[in-house]
């Protein structure tokens, strides 16, 4: 799928949408407009950043009890200045208790918050808040802008769906000591047919091919590394932690699914999985350096 080029006024929306979107714990404080890392300026020193993707099952730990505070503790187990989280309930039903987790787990951990649903529905009976779900990512450093960028799915709401452009591919702007790097979160599909996750691939590689700087994008890929539809990945991004483990499912990991993965601009100098049963996944946490410029 092809994108069409980003126009000045999608960019001024983007930025009003990332400044209604983003919270610190139940706080709303203002975003600036999204800036694109340059693609030239001043060489800056290697930045440390640690990063990780977890999969949190709507909050639901492998034993399928929902339990918000076991997940908020194992996040905080990791210790990770940028998270990217999948599976994310915000007011969508029973399961989750209608909880927003995305604002949840951000009080809980004194983090910024950017929620991307891919799936916004009117409010369950006897409920007022719309019901999302979606991805996330949690940030304790400053984040200079978000936007919720679409790719093609396709959807679990419909009887007969068809593969179709849909937002739910998220990516955060922080700033790491002066450097701009750019964070995705994703959650590819889960069908066995490969084909949608091939143009979901293609149409991930143009949203980044359109920032500059480092570019980390973590997610649940729901298919290994080596898998061929991912192949288009790997050269323009690097897997930044081929040895960490298995992630998938909890309990007893049998696949690595869990990724994550990196621009020529990051260097990795440790990754690992974690072993907690939070969730039917196992977070992944990667230590990186960003060779970047400053603005």
Same mark, same amino acid.
């Given at each position: ?13 983007? $930025? ?13 404080? !203002? ?9 030239? !300026? ?6 440390? =950043? &640690?990063?990780?993707?977890? /999969?949190?099952?709507?909050? #639901? ?8 505070? &076991? ?19 915000? *007011? ?45 990512? %949690? @940030?304790?450093?400053?984040?200079? !802008? $978000?936007? /919720?960028?679409?790719?093609? &799915? ?25 450097? =701009? ?24 590689? /143009? ?11 973590? !997610?649940?890929? /729901? ?6 539809? %991912?192949?288009? %990945?790997?050269?323009?991004? @690097?897997?930044? #932690? ?7 499912? #909890?309990?007893?990991? $049998? ?15 440790? $990754? ?8 039917? *996944? ?5 230590? =990186? =350096?960003?060779?970047? *410029?400053?603005?």
């Amino acid at each position: 799928m092809t994108r069409p080029s980003r126009t000045s006024a999608r960019r001024i929306l983007a $930025a009003a949408l990332c400044a209604a979107a983003l919270t610190l714990g139940a706080a709303s404080p !203002g975003v600036a407009s999204a800036p694109r890392s340059p693609a030239v !300026g001043r060489p800056a020193p290697p930045v440390p =950043l &640690r990063v990780a993707t977890y /999969n949190i099952h709507a909050g #639901a730990g492998e034993d399928d009890v929902f339990d918000l505070d &076991r997940t908020a503790r194992a996040i905080h187990d990791l210790d990770a200045d940028v998270i990217g989280l999948q599976e994310v309930d915000v *007011h969508w039903g029973e399961r989750s208790g209608f909880t927003d987790e995305a604002r949840g787990l951000a009080r809980r951990l004194h983090m910024r918050v950017f929620f991307a649903p891919v799936y916004d529905l009117p409010p369950a009976a006897g409920h007022t808040q719309r019901q999302r779900f979606g991805v996330a990512v %949690l @940030s304790r450093l400053p984040v200079v !802008g $978000a936007e /919720n960028h679409e790719i093609t &799915r396709l959807s679990t709401q419909s009887p007969d769906p068809v593969p179709a452009p849909a937002p739910g591919f998220a990516e955060v702007t922080v700033r790491a000591r002066g450097t =701009l790097a750019h964070v995705y979160s994703t959650h590819l599909d889960y069908r066995p047919d490969p084909s949608v996750r091939r143009t979901q691939v293609d149409d991930m590689l /143009n949203v980044l091919a359109e920032d500059h700087g480092p570019k980390i994008l973590v !997610g649940d890929f /729901n298919a290994e590394p080596g898998a061929p539809e %991912l192949a288009k %990945l790997w050269g323009p991004l @690097s897997d930044a #932690a081929p040895d960490a483990g298995d992630t998938y499912p #909890a309990l007893a990991p $049998a696949k690595r699914i869990d990724v994550i993965a990196g621009s020529p601009e990051v260097a990795v100098t440790d $990754a690992r999985t974690a072993d907690t049963a939070a969730s039917d *996944h196992r977070p992944v946490v990667a230590d =990186l =350096l960003l060779r970047g *410029h400053t603005p």
